[in-house]
Nanobody, 122 residues
Framework: QVQLVESGGGLVQAGGSLRLSCAVS????????MDWFRQAPGKEREFVAA????????SYADSVKGRFTISRDNAKNTVTLQMNSLKPEDTAVYYC???????????????WGQGTQVTVSS
């Protein structure tokens, strides 16, 4: 099993930056990809960014391209989401998720963090 713990959320003004981290423990060697999702009040959870654990290939939602950057540090077993030029519509609870290859192929995730709140004021 893999355990995930997010940190780094908070309150920031529009245009500001935040850096979220996801600490990975347990059987990290089974991870194929790590994703960030977010869920705003009254809305469905949505994909934000993804990175493959070994190769570092990345993908982003159109709404965050050019503003957010996902990265991973395999030695420290962490995944980071650098968020710049934040907008009020980025306000949400942000979750990291991990998938092994079998789950990734069917767009499923094996482990989820508890979430961290990001609030962007206008």
């Amino acid at each position: 099993q893999v355990q995930l713990v997010e940190s780094g959320g908070g309150l920031v003004q529009a245009g500001g930056s935040l850096r979220l981290s996801c600490a990975v423990s347990g059987r990290a060697f089974i991870i194929y990809a790590m994703d960030w999702f977010r869920q705003a009040p009254g809305k469905e959870r949505e994909f934000v960014a993804a990175i493959t654990w070994s190769g570092g290939s990345t993908s982003y939602a159109d709404s965050v391209k050019g503003r957010f950057t996902i990265s991973r540090d395999n030695a420290k077993n962490t995944v980071t989401l650098q968020m710049n030029s934040l907008k009020p519509e980025d306000t949400a609870v942000y979750y990291c998720a991990a998938a092994d290859f079998r789950s990734w192929r069917v767009n499923e995730y094996d482990s989820w963090g508890q979430g961290t709140q990001v609030t962007v004021s206008s």
